[in-house]
Every structure is written in C-alpha cells, then in structure tokens.
C-alpha cells in the first residue's frame, strides 16, 4: 500500500487563479466544458450550498506565479460569475511531473460508480434531482432520439434489451451476439 500524501488547502485569490488552457508542458488544454443549462445549475447549486466550495476544493498547481487549475475549471468559472473573490484550493507540490498533472485531471472527472435507478426511482425525489444537476429526463430523451432516429431509416423496428449485472457479463453477451451475426450496440444506462 502506498503512503497518502496530504495535499495542504489555502484560499486563493481569483485573479491568481488561472484555467487549465496548456501552459503547462506536457499537460493539454482542458478537456471539459460546460454549456447554457448546465452551467445554470452549477451556478445555481454553488448558491444553494456555498460550503460545497470548502468540502470540494478547486485543484490547483503552481505556475508561473499563478495556480493553473487541475481539476475544478467549471467550478471556478461558475464561482468567477457569482462575483466570488478567493476559492478553497488544493495546492499540488510543485515537483508533480506532467503526467501526474494529467492523470488528476481526468481522474477528478471520471465517475467509477454507478446509479441505482430504481433506489434514484422510488426513495428520492426526481425534481430535487434534477435541480441539483442528475440527467434524468435526458437520458431518456437520448433513448427516444436514437430510436426515433433508427425507426425512421427502418420499416420495422425490433429490439431485445439485456439487463446484465456488471460492464464484464455486457460486454461477454455482446461479443457473442456479434458472433453470432447479430448487430448490436452497447448502451449503458
């Protein structure tokens, strides 16, 4: 087992703040965006619980007198918007190499877990939900289109749905499906 390194937080000023935008050698550009609604109900969630900021601190690395941040750029831009004037941070070492650097940042994005719809379905509240940022209506939304799209370019339509209990036993029941001849695809819900 590897030692945990304790990684100090300081409030940093805004304007020392600066977005991921590939300055750093070695380390691309941002990879995430926000858009419109979205980016409406960060801010709005941001509002509504202030002390997210000081639980779910920006990440940030030392750079040229600035702090570029790793992980957190929607955050910081929705905050910018709010008029906020310093931020939590996380400050990363300054002897972290570029491939450190990039591995938190996609890592800080990635969600390894999954939903349980059907607790999300019966023990909570979907409006609560969708207000604080869950895609319920538009997963949905995505299904239709695609079927609505496939029903369009074929007379008739006609589908099975496999529930499997884990992304191994999916991709199994695919690889034999193609097998046997079937075209298929993946979705995971």
Do not use: H
């Not at 900021?53 to 905050?79: H, Q, S, W």
């Not at 990039?102 to 379905?121: H, M, P």
């Amino acid at each position: 087992m590897q030692k945990i390194e304790i990684i100090k937080s300081k409030l940093i000023t805004v304007s020392s703040i600066e977005q991921n935008k590939g300055q750093i050698d070695g380390l691309p550009k941002n990879p995430r965006l926000i858009k419109d609604a979205k980016f409406e109900k960060l801010k709005k969630s941001i509002e509504d619980n202030p002390e997210m900021l000081g639980a779910r601190e920006l990440i940030v690395y030392p750079y040229n007198d600035k702090f570029v941040i790793i992980g957190g750029n929607m955050r910081f831009t929705a905050c910018k918007e709010l008029g906020y004037k310093e931020l939590p941070c996380k400050v990363l070492p300054a002897d972290y190499s570029a491939e450190q650097l990039r591995a938190i940042t996609i890592k800080d994005n990635v969600a390894f877990g999954e939903n349980d719809w059907e607790n999300l379905a019966n023990e909570w509240d979907a409006l609560e939900l969708e207000e604080w940022g869950m895609e319920l209506l538009e997963i949905s939304t995505k299904i239709d289109d695609e079927i609505n799209d496939l029903s369009s370019t074929i007379k008739n339509l006609y589908r099975i749905e496999i529930i499997c209990k884990d992304e191994e036993e999916q991709e199994n029941n695919y690889n034999k499906l193609l097998e046997q001849g079937y075209e298929c695809r993946l979705l995971t819900l």
